[in-house]
């Protein structure tokens, strides 16, 4: 009698596998000053892709963004994002209903329509802030990032005391 050798098969499912590129980039942002003059720096970002409609800013950068926006339109319920508009012309992030602080970077975005603006919102998790156009696969990544973020973040704090 011959034994034939056994080998152990292991079946897995193929899941489509996607990334995304991050690039570091310049940005100037620009916020108002206790004199209530502008001030600019140069600040680093990262971007995406060309057909990609998101850019990841520093944690001090996004809270400045959301602190700013509180202070001209008012309290905000929503503590982890702000609503922004991107200007395609100016290719600058700013509140949707003040000019300051404003973040410009130096490329365009994927136009949503043929409007000048396109809506975005500023995911403020994680070591980075995502700001993203709203509507667009980078934003549902952004959202369903910030939910597992949320869902995470005791799991991870409880690791971090043991």
Known sequence: MVLRSVRAHIYTIQIPCSYRSFHSRLAKFVTINAKGFPTEREVS?????????????????????KAGCALQQGFSH???????LFHHDTRRFT?????????????DLPRQSNSKTSPATLYLFGATHTIALDKTPDAEF??????????????LDNLKDM
Do not use: F
């Open 78 to 84: 929503n503590t982890d994002s702000e609503h922004l």
């Open 95 to 107: 509140c949707t209903s003040a000019p300051y602080p404003q973040l410009s970077i130096d490329h």
């Open 45 to 65: 970002i990262r971007v995406g892709d060309d057909h990609e409609a998101y850019v990841l800013v520093p944690t001090d950068v996004g809270t400045a963004i």
């Open 142 to 155: 952004a959202k369903e990032s910030q939910e597992t973020w949320r869902e995470m973040k005791p799991v």
